[in-house]
């Protein structure tokens, strides 16, 4: 079975600080993978998703960037952290090319920037 | 731009209850809807996967309907418990990249 794990759970960061979240995806190959991030009274939005190692879009203009690095692994990077930053920032894959495909999402991080 | 908005934004219930959650969307060009449900402070949990050629898809207690047409999505749960209470979430699925458009969601309360 596929299973998605992000790390770490919660992080505490202090502003202009840099920033790398993980997400790595177990039991499939060549995964769509998406960074969303949730913050308070703004509902999920989409920041990067990705299609293959090394293809990252982005949807949001930030100071947020996404690589790709392996098949199963997405990482959010930042160099400096704004206050606006914080937030609940999730992971999700899907079958690759498969556009009806459903979505599964990881535990999310707890991202508090202070 | 596909907007999706889901009303009420919270509900309270009493034990037992059968309810009605409602999503809309504005373009009906959609590859998919996705219901998910939240737990305070946890992921997402998908509930429902509705493809653009279905009208409704069930699983146990839960039923979500789809009309393209009109814009509409419904999740309909019955004989509520207070296990329910969370947040549910209405995704529309708008591109072949399997991107997808979040409402801002209903939080639901089952009263024991």
């Known amino acids: 079975s596929q299973t998605i794990h992000q790390w770490p759970a919660t992080l505490v960061q202090p502003v202009g600080s840099p920033l790398s979240l993980e997400c790595t995806v177990e039991g499939t190959s060549n995964p769509n993978l998406y960074w969303y991030r949730q913050a308070a009274g703004r509902g999920l939005q989409l920041l990067f998703y990705?299609?293959?190692?090394?293809?990252i879009s982005s949807e949001v203009p930030q100071n947020l960037s996404a690589s790709r690095p392996q098949d199963r692994q997405f990482i959010l990077s930042s160099k400096k952290l704004l206050l606006s930053d914080s937030g609940f920032y999730l992971c999700?894959?899907?079958?690759?090319?498969?556009?009806?495909?459903?979505?599964?999402f990881g535990p999310g991080t707890r991202l508090t920037v202070t | 731009k596909q907007e999706v908005t889901q009303i009420p934004a919270a509900l309270s219930v009493p034990e037992g209850e059968n309810l009605v959650l409602n999503c809309s969307f504005t373009?009906?060009?959609?590859?998919?809807l996705q219901w998910f449900r939240q737990d305070p402070g946890k992921g997402l949990t998908s509930l429902l996967l509705i493809q653009s050629s279905q009208r409704e898809q069930t699983s146990g207690r839960l039923n979500a309907s789809l009309d393209k047409s009109s814009g509409r999505s419904t999740l309909y749960i019955a004989a509520s418990q207070p296990g329910d209470s969370a947040t549910y979430l209405c995704a529309v699925g708008s591109s072949n990249t399997g991107k997808l458009i979040f409402g801002q969601g209903t939080t639901l309360q089952v009263k024991p």
């Open positions: 999700a894959w899907s079958v690759r090319r498969v556009a009806s495909g459903e979505q599964y």
């Open positions: 373009d009906s060009a959609i590859y998919n």
């Open positions: 990705s299609v293959g190692i090394g293809q």
